[in-house]
């Protein structure tokens, strides 16, 4: 996670705050190289398993919602053994717990 996250957060601030910049097309293909490197490294730990350390953990959990900010990047979609595991995570109902948990805090927040 601690090398997965950080990538995928640098990956989101051009998207957020640099689409006007005149490099910004240049420095999301340098990005997504860098994010598709962490995701082979992942892709190769994973393998055929369902969950990274075999039982589904909180760590499964944590990966899934990191590795759902790139939907619709196509870049996970690359990887189809991580997709599989971040729709295997969606699918959990600890996972849908979860997220109803944290969204609950940010609607809360938003008010």
Known sequence: LSTIEPVIT???VPEYFEQHKPWYQERQRMLDDRVRARLRRLSTRLGSADWLDGAFSAGDLLMVQVLRRLTGSGLLEEFPNLAAYVAR???RPA???A???Q???FTAQSR
């Open 89 to 91: 995570g969606e699918a």
């Open 10 to 12: 640098e990956w989101e």
């Open 99 to 101: 997220f109803a948990a």
């Open 95 to 97: 996972y849908g717990r």
């Open 103 to 105: 969204l609950a805090v």
